[in-house]
């Protein structure tokens, strides 16, 4: 199974991708194979053609597994995140590719973000997302047990929609 993060922060090296890779490593046991870490980017999001954001949309959509993460901002994803995904063609730009939605907030007040902003553009793309978005609080995030409940519940789900 191919693993990739994708994380939509404005800071490079964020507690987002943090927290992102401990959930792909709680999910498959690994770490994962590649890490976009979009603001790395730069200002290749901006337009189209670019060659290294070229490479990293097709290293997702290789993937089996993708774990697409952002920290929440004015209650969404952030717009970093918004430029990468936008360079995914609607419909098929993420077929075959199993996505788990993450988003890290200050508190409960946006615990249904990641569910009703992040997952259905995920799915508008193509792609499969077979569990609940996942809310994490951004100083808790590396404890086991902010995420035991929902791996509990769903990663024989998740692992099971890659094939794997």
């Known amino acids: 199974m191919i693993t990739t993060v994708v994380v939509g922060n404005p800071k490079a090296a964020s507690h987002t991708l943090e927290a992102a890779t401990l959930v792909a490593e709680r999910l498959t046991g690994s770490e994962p194979d590649h890490v976009v870490d979009v603001i790395e980017l730069g200002a290749g999001l901006l337009g189209w053609g670019d060659a290294a954001v070229a490479e990293a949309v097709r290293t997702v959509a290789a993937s089996d597994l993708v ?3 952002s920290p929440t901002f004015k209650a969404t994803y952030t717009g ?3 430029l990468f995904l936008d360079q995914f063609d609607t419909g098929d730009g993420l077929a075959g590719v199993v996505a788990v939605p993450l ?3 200050a ?3 946006h615990a249904l ?3 009703v902003f992040l997952k259905p553009v ?3 793309l193509g792609a499969t997302v077979p569990a609940p978005a996942l809310y994490l609080n951004d100083r808790q995030y590396t404890d086991p047990a902010s995420t035991e409940a929902w791996l509990e519940r769903w990663r024989d789900v998740v692992v099971a929609a890659t094939g794997g």
């Open 80 to 82: 970093v995140l918004k």
């Open 67 to 69: 774990v697409v993460a």
């Open 113 to 115: 973000a990641p569910e």
């Open 122 to 124: 995920l799915v508008e």
């Open 107 to 109: 508190g409960p007040a």
């Open 103 to 105: 988003m890290l907030g």
